[in-house]
């Protein structure tokens, strides 16, 4: 990952999951597909690249995955 463009957190909402997987084929060190529930969820810590991150959140077709902006 590169460090230097920032890593930001991302988060699923299980309830707008339809299970597509495209979150987990772009990016399965973070997201999993449940092989019982079909849904979605983050694993590991989370973070990604902003750049990745918004490609995965822009790919999404039930829009369920978010950047999980942290308040300063």
Known sequence: MDLG????PVAVDQGLCVGGGICEM??????ELDDDTVISSVIGDGLLPRSRAEAVVNRC??????I???EQ
């Open 68 to 70: 999980a902006e942290q």
């Open 5 to 8: 463009e920032g890593l930001v």
């Open 26 to 31: 772009l990016e399965p060190a973070v997201f």
């Open 61 to 66: 077709p039930a829009q369920a995955i978010s």
